[in-house]
């Protein structure tokens, strides 16, 4: 090889891997950031018609969402603060009050209201709920089942 | 004895350039290649790339530490030798000056 084109070969071959270095590096960090991050940031969960009286208990959540994530699975139970009863609170009759994209991929503020129907063997009380809820998160080639779960929001039934 | 470890100390230089210039764009096509058609999981090609890049940063720390070692040595040894020739070559002229004045 000439040491003219052997130059030229090595210079190239040069910035080619420190290219492929920096690609490599900031995959990596963005994949650690993804694979971290919350699918709701500075988020809460909380009931907005306590004490509930009617038949539906009204939910808001407010934080803000960086990366796309799809809502796949979701649970949410009461337990009564004093015996530690079970109810389990039915998402499949959800309706949305507020935002149609708690189950959308929208990042950002978020701000969504939903209720769901009281059980209908719950009786007057105060109550924990918690939320399990499952997404699909995907970022640049990135994809990744996260869980998120909120406790001890408070429920007062009348 | 020096010189066979210098040619190797050249030799190591050299394969550490070539690695450096060839795995990282081998590897991020490759990882590229597998995880596009799904053939690896991309957390395993994580795991692995950052497995690499460990296994190469302590190897090289600890083959620099050596080298530098390694040439430091030569280079106090070189300064010593010189240091002496320069006695010597003092001396040597302090001596023909002697004789010099004899005459």
Redesign the interface.
Known sequence: MKDKTYRLV?AA??I??GL??T??IVL?VS?IGFNNAFVFNNSGIAVTNNPVTGGQINFILEGSRRHECILTKVHSDAFDDATGERFALDFARKVYIRSDDYLGSDTGEVDHQWGVPTPDNMYPGLYRVTLYSEFECVYL???KTKIQTFDNISLIVK | MDKVKNQKIQKQVERWDLF??????L??ATSLIL?VFDVVP?EYA?YI??TGFTITAVSWWWWAIFTIRYLISILSRASTNLIDVNNEIKIVKKELEDLKDER
């Open positions: 090595k071959t040069n080619i891997s492929s270095m690609t490599l990596g994949y080639l990135f994809k | 450096a210039r060839l795995t990282p764009t590897f991020l995880v991309l994580f790339g950052l």
